[in-house]
């Protein structure tokens, strides 16, 4: 039997004699052989792309005198004066909170919807997941292009374009977190007379809200990392005077912003992680696999306290469900929401949006809408625009490929329940922290400094950034196993690294498989970005076609991704279905 196939609370002797009672095996369904041979086969297409790629240690090495000579032409970092330099912070972070807050309030309906316990009926459930999708594979570069055209330039563009884009990952973790709810609470206010607004306000909401609050939180800090992108089609803030200083060959200042964007990515973080953790408190989660991105992990000593509190005070009843007690939680979380309201406000006025905007924009559809539309390669060969694609999903499985190991070791020395001790642990964190502040864009940029335009520096750039957070998502995963199996290889005198391989790892196996098609999701997205600046695939025509302003061919590309991801979607789809 493979891991795969491990019952999650099976536990086995080191040399084999079972420990606790084994659960039935589970057949070996024709389908879950399929779905075994299509990781495998993907695997190996992600070690060819790899080797396609021609990743050389030696040759980068060798390549080291092309960073030198970058170096010396820089001369050293500069910056803009403090008081540009803060206003460009502000601009950037307000920009960025408000398409964020944008995206979560769009999200709600969307997720109300798509989730199968709120959703009138199938056909809605069935367009709300759509809408999901679309908004995911729309790259919020292209967005942005778009909206540039629309409107006045500034942060309008950029906030709708990260809002769009941002629909696609919240409203399918608003949806996942509302089919995870006690049902008790609604059903009651439903039984009591109450109207639906009642059941979702008092029945639902109170539940979810804490979930919610940080799945808002952790992609705020995706968006400030792919905020930097957005400045080389015009975007203001940080990432347009960046793009600025490149463009002149003014590397110093280029690079000393580029240092700026990496704090502020890890001061992000780390102002986020502890407010989700204030949101969160000591509850446990274990929903789906993305669902693990945003969840703070319960202790094991804690374990007995949150099983007891999983049904809160206020459900207990129609009336208390509808009259909260003013408990010293929701007080907390009532400050948090006030605060919440008063850096929204700060942001949008930061942010200075011509709201006259939204009043002229119509009559520039029409024409903005014709350039876009209908698709065309144009000049670009069919066959030639295909390829470029196939080599951007080389990237990205290759990126993936190369993400996976360094990840699972970080990853478990991050896991509380398999680093040695606190302080491994603590660095691990640490470092996986670190890894998720560098935006792929920059580490990009300098990458092909040293290697020379080409795949190599956007596998490589991708494969770096894709270790902060795939080593997180393995960390949390592990830290939520059952941790009975553990406990029972330990008794009877197994290693750490039995007990990792026997009990740990075979439960965590379900979730590593989804986290690893969540990275290729990603990725694909990523490398279409990646390429425009010099990261090879398909990113390079579509800078191309856009600084030609060539929309029909922009569209077309698009669309390419858009039956890329959905492909990607559907196998990550079957494959939790198979293996769950």
């Known amino acids: 039997m493979t891991l795969l196939d491990s019952p999650a609370g099976a536990a086995t002797h080191p040399r084999g004699g079972a420990v606790a009672d084994r659960a039935p095996k589970r057949p070996l369904s024709p389908e879950r052989i399929a779905a075994s041979l299509t990781v495998l086969a993907l695997v190996v297409l992600g070690v060819l792309a790899v080797n396609e790629v021609g990743i050389s240690i030696p040759a980068m ?49 969307i997720a109300y919807l798509a989730a199968s316990n709120t959703t009138p009926g199938n056909g809605w459930r069935a367009a709300a997941r759509f809408v999901g999708v679309l908004t995911r594979a729309l790259p919020d570069v292209v967005l942005a292009m778009a909206f540039v055209l629309m409107f006045s330039l500034g942060t309008l563009p950029g906030i709708l374009a990260i809002g769009i884009h941002s629909i696609g990952m919240i409203s399918k973790m608003f949806a996942d977190a509302i089919e995870q709810i006690d049902e008790g609470p609604r059903l009651a206010i439903r039984a009591a007379g109450g109207s639906k607004m009642q059941e979702f306000s008092s029945g639902i909401l109170p539940q979810v809200l804490p979930s919610w609050v940080a799945t808002v939180l952790h992609r705020n800090d995706i968006n400030l990392r792919g ?58 989660h274990t929903r789906s696999w993305i669902d693990r991105i945003i969840h703070p992990r319960l202790r094991e000593a804690d374990a007995t306290a949150a099983s007891a509190a999983e049904r809160p005070a206020w459900a207990a009843s129609p009336q208390a469900a509808v009259h909260r007690p003013w408990t010293a939680e ?140 795939l080593g997180k998502l393995i960390a949390d995963s592990f830290e939520e196993v059952d941790r009975g199996p553990e406990r029972a290889l330990r008794a009877v005198g197994a290693t750490r690294l039995q007990t990792y391989t026997s009990a740990t790892v075979p439960q965590g196996m379900q979730a590593l498989i989804g986290h690893s098609f969540y990275m290729l999701d990603t990725n694909i997205r990523a490398a279409t970005i990646l390429g425009i600046v010099g990261g090879g695939g398909v990113g390079y025509y579509l800078l191309n076609a856009s600084q030609g302003s060539r929309y029909e061919t922009v569209t077309a590309i698009v669309l390419m991704i858009l039956v890329t991801v959905l492909v990607v979607e559907g196998l990550a789809m079957w494959m939790r279905k198979v293996f769950r």
């Open 61 to 109: 090495v060798q390549s080291w005198g092309n960073a030198e000579n970058f170096v010396a032409r820089v001369g050293g970092l500069s910056f803009p004066e403090p008081a540009d330099l803060a206003w460009l912070i502000a601009l950037t972070v307000g920009l960025v909170l408000v398409g964020t807050l944008l995206a979560a309030v769009l999200s709600v309906p």
């Open 330 to 469: 929701r007080v907390r979380h009532t400050i948090g929401g006030v605060i919440a309201v008063l850096v929204v406000i700060g942001s949008v006025v930061v942010s200075q949006i011509n709201w006259g905007d939204f009043f002229t924009f119509w009559a520039k559809l029409p024409e903005v809408a014709g350039r876009f539309w209908p698709p065309s390669f144009g000049n670009y060969d069919t066959s030639a625009m295909v390829s470029a694609m196939v080599d951007t999903v080389a990237i990205a499985l290759a990126a993936t490929v190369l993400t996976l190991l360094p990840s699972l070791v970080l990853g478990s020395l991050a896991a509380s329940n398999v680093s040695p001790n606190s302080g491994i642990r603590g660095a691990a964190r640490f470092l996986l922290v670190g890894i998720r502040g560098i935006p792929e864009l920059i580490l990009a940029i300098v990458l092909v400094v040293i290697t020379g335009l080409g795949a190599q520096a956007g596998v490589i750039a991708l494969a770096i950034g894709g270790i902060g957070l």
């Open 227 to 284: 905020s930097v992108v957005l400045g080389y089609v015009g975007v203001a803030g940080l990432g347009l005077e960046m793009s600025y200083a490149f463009k002149a060959l003014n590397y110093g200042k280029g690079l000393g912003i580029a240092l700026v964007i990496f704090l502020l990515c890890i001061a992000m973080e780390v102002v986020s992680s502890m407010v989700r953790g204030a949101m969160l408190g000591r509850q446990k």
